[in-house]
């Protein structure tokens, strides 16, 4: 199950390089401003996460069962999150998605949240 979230970590980082890009380039002059840095945040907390997902599943001081349950959460995260902020940016109607992003934020808050857990009874042991 290692190797899974690792090679989940490496594509949601070169979706994040690819999508970025995208957005540097081949959106700047099709959204506006305000869009445009929605967009980036999505991108950037894209980028941001799968480098904790990969530093989860590379480090071998948490046991296999925490690495999968706190990289499902940073991916539903991600998903949630980043992927209603990209579905808007490309013209879904935020009223008809309103509560995903939020959700997302409360899933990568989760995730968080469950990292230092398990990193305090790591301390004490």
Not at 16 to 39: N, T
Not at 50 to 55: C, E, M, N, S, T
Request: hydrophobic letters at 50%; charged letters at 15%; glycine letters at 10%.
């Amino acid at each position: 199950m290692k190797n899974h979230y690792l090679f989940t970590g490496v594509c949601l980082g070169f979706l994040a390089v690819l999508l970025g890009a995208f957005g540097a380039h081949a959106l700047k002059e099709v959204l506006s401003p305000e869009r445009l840095q929605s967009f980036e945040t999505a991108v950037r907390y894209q980028m941001y996460h799968a480098i904790v997902i990969l530093f989860v599943n590379g480090s071998s001081i948490f046991n296999p069962k925490s690495r999968v349950v706190i990289s499902r959460l940073f991916l539903l995260g991600i998903l949630f999150f980043s992927g209603s902020i990209y579905a808007i940016t490309a013209g879904i109607d935020p009223k008809l998605i309103w509560f995903i992003t939020p959700m997302g934020g409360l899933l990568l808050l989760s995730a968080w949240g469950t990292l230092g857990w398990k990193v305090l009874k790591l301390k004490k042991s």
